[in-house]
């Protein structure tokens, strides 16, 4: 081997190993909380503020106390909730985005990208300036502690994310297919249903994914606007009541944030090939 091709594989060798070193920070500093979060799950309470970096006196009645309605927990309602409002949310924010995203990529009209750029300039809008006029008009109405004062909000959160990520998929599909089913004697709504939504499938599906993330996590409008037989997670772990009083309790908190932070876990873990293909479906024709 030449000199110069010896010193280009050094150079790809030590591009790869800063690669490897990089990955493996951002990998740490990603999950070192939530290994710490399960560790302390799992730790019996008189020795929550034991900082061993391993498990240390394990035991499950940080669950149970989680579970326990005696002390106030409904966590069981809590996760109910939390479910239903995600997936109503992702469900009307899917059937409106791409109704809207399918008109914004394929139809041409005027002020387009202006009303594409409205919809941006919503989902940057500060939760915490909306509190208050939300809190009056869900008061007026009768709306506090329901679950439509949950979900409309979440909507206007979720659906420009939506709307976004279906936009740019569309401008990219190869609209020959649609107008070729047109000439074999579809309708447009025809030519929509059988070729044009097959194809969106990877990204339809990636976006609820995110839609439903965004809706499971989100804490500031809900901590608000709900009540005890309404409260998502989010809100029923930050009033958590512990097995003894006068005490925080972060061991039922940790265990509550696990069960709640496990199951997406798992759910990108198993979908990840599909959120990969959806965000990047359209991007090379």
């Known amino acids: 081997m030449t000199p110069g091709r010896r010193a280009a594989a050094s150079r790809e060798r030590w591009a790869a190993i800063r690669t490897y070193i990089s990955a493996a920070i951002i990998v740490i500093w990603c999950l070192l909380p939530f290994y710490w979060m399960i560790i302390t799950a799992f730790r019996d309470v008189a020795f929550t503020y034991d900082t061993a970096f391993y498990p240390t006196h394990v035991t499950l009645d940080n669950f149970r106390t989680a579970f326990a309605t005696d002390a106030g927990n409904n966590f069981t309602l809590a996760l109910f909730n939390s479910f239903f409002i995600g997936a109503t949310t992702t469900l009307i924010a899917l059937v ?22 409205v919809i ?3 989902s940057m809008f500060p939760g915490v300036a909306l509190i208050t006029p939300l809190f009056q008009l869900f008061t007026d109405i009768g709306w506090i502690g329901s679950y439509q004062a949950l979900i409309i909000p979440n909507i206007s959160f979720v659906l420009p994310l939506t709307v976004y990520t279906l ?14 089913a047109r000439i074999d004697g579809c309708t447009p709504g025809q030519a929509f249903r059988k070729v044009i939504m ?20 989100e804490f500031l409008i809900a901590s608000q606007l709900s009540s005890d037989s309404t409260a998502p997670v989010t809100v029923a772990i930050a009033s958590f009541a512990g097995s003894q009083p006068q005490q925080e309790p972060y061991t039922a908190v940790m265990a509550a944030g696990t ?5 997406l876990v798992l759910l990108v873990l198993v979908l990840q090939r599909r959120i990969v293909a959806g965000l990047t479906a359209g991007a090379v024709k």
């Open 259 to 263: 069960i709640v932070t496990i199951p």
């Open 198 to 217: 097959p194809l969106a499938a990877p990204a339809v599906f990636t976006t609820a994914i995110l839609a439903f993330i965004s809706a499971w996590n």
């Open 167 to 180: 936009t740019a998929f569309f401008r990219e599909m190869p609209w020959e297919l649609e107008e070729a």
């Open 120 to 122: 941006l300039g919503a």
């Open 96 to 117: 409106v985005g791409v109704f809207a995203a399918y008109a914004l990529a394929r139809i041409d009209f005027r002020f387009k990208f202006v009303i594409l750029g």
